[in-house]
Structure formats: C-alpha cells, structure tokens
C-alpha cells in the first residue's frame, strides 16, 4: 500500500497496489450489487461547497459565542426588584426576569435580548452566579471581559488589543466565534476525504462485475 505522489489527480497508490484493488473489486459481488468506479459528480460536490459556505453565512457571528458576565448584569440587578422577590415560584420568577429584560439594547453590536435567548439560565443557575457578578460590578472591572462558564464566572482567556492602561483586553473579537476551530475540521475532513477516494483505482477504470 506504498504511497505514490506522481499524479496525485489521478491516483495516490503504486501501480502493485491499484491492481490488487482491482482484483479485489471484481471479486467482491456485494450479493450481486455492483458498484462502478464513477467520478464524484460535479452537482454533487457543487453542492457540499455550498452546503458548507450556506453554514458559515447563516450562522454568523454565533459559532463559539460565550456568555459574558456583562450579559447577565441585568438578570442580576432585577433578582433585588420587590416585584421579583415577591414571586416564590422559581418558573415564574424566571419569566419575569426575562420579561423585564426584554429590549434592553445592544452588546458589541448585538442585540442582547437575542444573545439571552441562545443562553438561558435557571433561576437556580443565577443565584450561583449572582455574587460573583455582583462583586465584578463593586469592583469597576469590565464586565465584558469575564466568561460565564458553568457556575463560574471567570476572566476570559483571549489575549486582545492592548488598551489604553497597559493591560490586555480579554473579549472575544468578532471574528473568532469558533470559525477558527472549525475551519481546521473542515480542513481535515476534505484533506482525509481526498486521501481515501485517491487511493482508489483512477476512474478511467471500470470493473467488468464477471462480464455484467
């Protein structure tokens, strides 16, 4: 099964190996399928191109979106509202939150009502992170520069522009919401895809099935 890079649009194998595929292709009945040895139709691979460009498009920018702290400051501030802490329903209490958060303008361009909707929390879920958040916004810090992830809110860890004071800003820029990662999945997926149909027989070749 020796590699061979001479024409690597035609076939990635040596000649010994090409033929002891052959052979095994015409063995192989598959119960009396046959299979040919076609080239991959160009609709077709029109169509995952588009398929993959259509993903890209269409979910911009939410690939790899984190939640910041800063998303869920307003869901913190209304936990201390008189008309949220009357309610002792945890459901009920949730939906009011969220109804008093509706519209509530925009983050880094996006609007925030949106954002909260792709990363819902229960109520339980904000009273753990409620004092950690709460002490965030005593201490001045950016709010945006601290992920929430799972019951911790932590510093992010992207390493940005550096900002006026010296230190490095830590939000996710717009281009990183997870293209990067994905674009080395896709690389892999196509590079392994091309590697196995050219280790086939080149498609000049056709199996004869015993003459059917």
Same mark, same amino acid.
């Given at each position: 099964?020796? !590699?061979? +890079?001479?024409?690597?649009?035609?076939? *990635?194998?040596?000649?010994?190996?090409?033929?002891?595929?052959?052979?095994? !292709?015409?063995?192989?009945?598959?119960? %009396?399928?046959?299979?040919?040895?076609?080239? *991959?139709?160009? #609709?077709?691979?029109?169509?995952?191109?588009?398929?993959?460009?259509?993903?890209?498009?269409?979910? +911009? #920018?939410? /690939?790899?979106?984190? #939640?910041?702290?800063?998303?869920?400051?307003?869901?913190?501030?209304?936990?201390?509202?008189?008309?949220?802490?009357?309610?002792?329903?945890?459901?009920?209490?949730?939906?009011?939150?969220?109804?008093?958060?509706?519209?509530? &303008?925009?983050?880094?361009?996006? =609007?925030?009502?949106?954002?909260?909707?792709?990363?819902?929390? =229960? *109520?339980?879920?904000?009273?753990?992170?409620?004092?950690?958040?709460?002490?965030?916004?005593?201490? &001045?810090?950016?709010?945006?520069?601290?992920?929430?992830? %799972?019951?911790?809110?932590?510093?992010?860890? +992207?390493? %940005?522009?550096?900002?006026?004071?010296?230190?490095?800003?830590?939000?996710?820029? /717009?281009?990183?919401?997870?293209?990067?990662?994905?674009?080395?999945?896709?690389?892999?997926?196509?590079?392994?895809?091309?590697?196995?149909?050219?280790?086939?027989? #080149?498609? =000049? !070749?056709?199996?004869?099935?015993?003459?059917?």
């Amino acid at each position: 099964m020796a !590699w061979n +890079f001479d024409k690597p649009l035609v076939t *990635m194998v040596d000649a010994a190996t090409n033929e002891a595929d052959k052979a095994l !292709w015409e063995k192989e009945n598959l119960g %009396g399928i046959t299979e040919d040895n076609n080239r *991959m139709p160009m #609709p077709v691979v029109m169509l995952v191109i588009l398929t993959v460009l259509t993903a890209f498009a269409v979910t +911009f #920018p939410l /690939w790899g979106q984190r #939640p910041t702290a800063a998303l869920y400051a307003g869901y913190v501030k209304s936990m201390n509202l008189p008309e949220v802490m009357a309610i002792k329903d945890d459901d009920e209490a949730m939906k009011k939150i969220v109804q008093l958060n509706k519209g509530t &303008g925009t983050m880094d361009g996006r =609007s925030m009502e949106d954002m909260l909707e792709r990363h819902p929390l =229960s *109520m339980n879920d904000l009273r753990i992170i409620k004092p950690q958040i709460e002490a965030l916004m005593a201490s &001045g810090v950016d709010l945006g520069e601290y992920t929430v992830v %799972g019951n911790q809110v932590v510093l992010a860890n +992207f390493q %940005g522009n550096l900002k006026a004071d010296g230190t490095i800003e830590r939000k996710q820029p /717009w281009w990183d919401k997870g293209y990067t990662i994905d674009i080395f999945y896709l690389t892999y997926f196509f590079t392994m895809v091309i590697l196995l149909i050219k280790r086939l027989p #080149p498609s =000049s !070749w056709q199996p004869r099935h015993n003459n059917h």
